[in-house]
């Protein structure tokens, strides 16, 4: 029997859309589902390495453009955010209540093989190599080819 596909769209760059992309995402692995998840544009923010705001990038606008995005403690929530205060406190509520956080998440994609694609049209743009993104990063590809090795499977994008 073929294992049952599910590739994810990560354009957002907000806190709260990242937790679900990344629930989906574990939730399909856990049940054998194969899973990749392709970070575009804000979504690449989830992949850095350097978690805050910092200046990676080539060209000064590059560097503007990643210092202001940040990473992925900078994420903001998508509604209510107050300042950046509210991931913080939805992450202490998750706590509270013995739900995964995002890190937690995250760990899990990698400990479930989860495929994380970065888009490489989205790095030319903002200056990003490769060795910016998390080392679970497998593959640095183009739409042509992530819908090539998504096909036949549901994509979402979140």
């Given at each position: ?60 606008l590059a560097r503007v453009f990643n210092f202001l995005m940040g ?88």
């Amino acid at each position: 029997m073929e294992r049952k596909k599910l590739s994810i769209v990560c354009f957002s760059g907000d806190f709260d859309k990242a937790l679900a992309a990344f629930t989906l995402a574990t939730g399909a692995a856990a049940v054998n589902w194969e899973v990749k998840m392709f970070f575009t544009f804000w979504g690449l923010n989830i992949l850095k390495k350097k978690t805050g705001r910092s200046w990676i990038g080539s060209g000064i606008l590059a560097r503007v453009f990643n210092f202001l995005m940040g990473g992925k403690r900078t994420l903001p929530l998508s509604r209510l955010n107050f300042g950046g205060v509210s991931p913080v406190l939805m992450t202490g509520m998750m706590k509270k209540s013995n739900v995964a956080t995002l890190d937690e998440l995250i760990d899990a994609a990698k400990a479930l093989n989860i495929d994380f694609v970065a888009c490489e049209m989205a790095m030319h743009i903002l200056g990003i190599k490769k060795d910016d993104l998390d080392d679970h990063v497998q593959s640095v590809a183009g739409v042509a080819t992530f819908l090539e090795t998504s096909k036949d499977g549901h994509i979402l994008f979140i």
